[in-house]
């Protein structure tokens, strides 16, 4: 089982640029999660979705939008890319929600650089 | 806006040492996660404990939790050079708190660097 996997693992944009991150996982969990990580900061919720078809908004949610066609894949949107948005994002997966006692899985992270 | 903070903000022992990590929180909770961060990766899951435990061990871990100073803490035993990462406590609670009702707050880590 490959767990969780992010697509791409490196980006650089230009300012007002627009890009797709894709994470896909094969648990079968229908929790999934986006956050951002910058220096010196934990990691912050963005959006997550609790079952296929549905999303809803997390701590810093502005800037970005998500889709959850399929169960097993959660996009993370940038519609226009600012430099305040040049973070690494990560992709999480879980069976059932953090406060039910459940462990949330990472995947290896993308690096995006907003210029 | 954040739930958990974790002290200290870098520590660094040699191994064979013991290494203590505190986490301080602020609203009530269902329970408290910890994970490892390795430089460049994801985080890792390492152990839960609800909010009716007070200590739980796993290999080398032991985790404590005091709800009524609503802190917790991560002991590593016997550290070894491949501990050096960094460890973040992430509180779950039912409370809206900051959009993330239901889901983790985590902290900001404590950066752990253990010589051989």
Known sequence: ?115 | SQQGEEDPQALSIQEGENATMNCSYKTSINNLQWYRQNSGRGLVHLILIRSNEREKHSGRLRVTLDTSKKSSSLLITASRAADTASYFCATATLMNYGGSQGNLIFGKGTKLSVKP
């Open chain 1, 1 to 115: 089982n490959a767990g969780v996997t992010q697509t791409p693992k490196f980006r650089v944009l230009k300012t007002g640029q627009s890009m797709t991150l894709l994470c896909a996982q094969d648990m079968n969990h229908e929790y999934m999660y986006w956050y951002r990580q910058d220096p010196g900061m934990g990691l912050r919720l963005i959006h997550y979705s609790v079952g296929e078809g549905t999303t809803a908004k997390g701590e810093v949610p502005d800037g970005y939008n998500v889709s959850r066609l399929k169960k097993q894949n959660f996009l993370l949107g940038l519609e226009s890319a600012a430099p305040s948005q040049t973070s690494v994002y990560f992709c999480a997966s879980s069976y059932e929600e953090a406060s039910a006692n459940n462990e949330q899985f990472f995947g290896p992270g993308t690096r995006l650089t907003v210029l």
